[in-house]
């Protein structure tokens, strides 16, 4: 790895966080939402949701790109980055928030704890339209979403 292969990672997962904000925005509570509203529906937690799907197509794409990078270095590393942002993503979002598979580890850490919040306000509502907080790795702090959440709410 050198400095180019560091940038390309970095830059990947901040292009990632963006990307993942939009495609859940627009995409999962959009023309996606048949997939995604069984993530918003009362589930157990541990069972297979319609909306890992997601998750799946994700992966199979990601290989495809670690296929494709073997031949062009840099395609390689994104992928690597689009991997480290999916294995955060499956740690924060699938275990420590929803608890989906049985651990311990109950973190106190701040920015976790502001993760899990923030997270909880988006599943407040159960709905295609009137979410707030779509982003995932990084979330505004969680008074502006409660905030937010409320005027939604009024409007409706
Ligand atoms: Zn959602
Ligand atoms: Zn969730």
Redesign the pocket.
């Known amino acids: 790895m050198n400095l180019f292969h560091l940038l390309i990672l970095v830059a990947t997962l901040l292009i990632m966080e963006f990307a993942v904000t939009l495609f859940?925005k627009y995409v999962?509570?959009g023309i996606g939402w048949g997939w995604?509203r069984s993530?918003?529906t009362p589930h157990e937690s541990a069972a297979w949701q319609t909306n890992d799907w997601y998750a799946v197509v994700f992966i199979l794409f990601t290989i495809l790109l670690f296929a494709l990078g073997g031949m062009h270095a840099p395609l390689w590393w994104i992928a690597l980055g689009i991997s480290l942002y999916g294995l955060l993503y499956g740690i924060l979002h699938d275990v420590l928030i929803h608890r989906r598979v049985r651990v311990k580890w109950r973190p106190t850490n701040r920015y976790i704890q502001r993760l899990t919040k923030a997270h909880y306000l988006?599943?407040a509502?159960k709905t295609r339209h009137g979410?707030v907080s779509?982003g995932f790795l990084y979330t505004p702090p969680v008074e502006a979403i409660r905030r937010q959440l409320r005027s939604k709410l009024q409007k409706t």
């Open positions: 859940h999962m509570h995604h993530h918003h988006h599943h509502v979410g779509f």
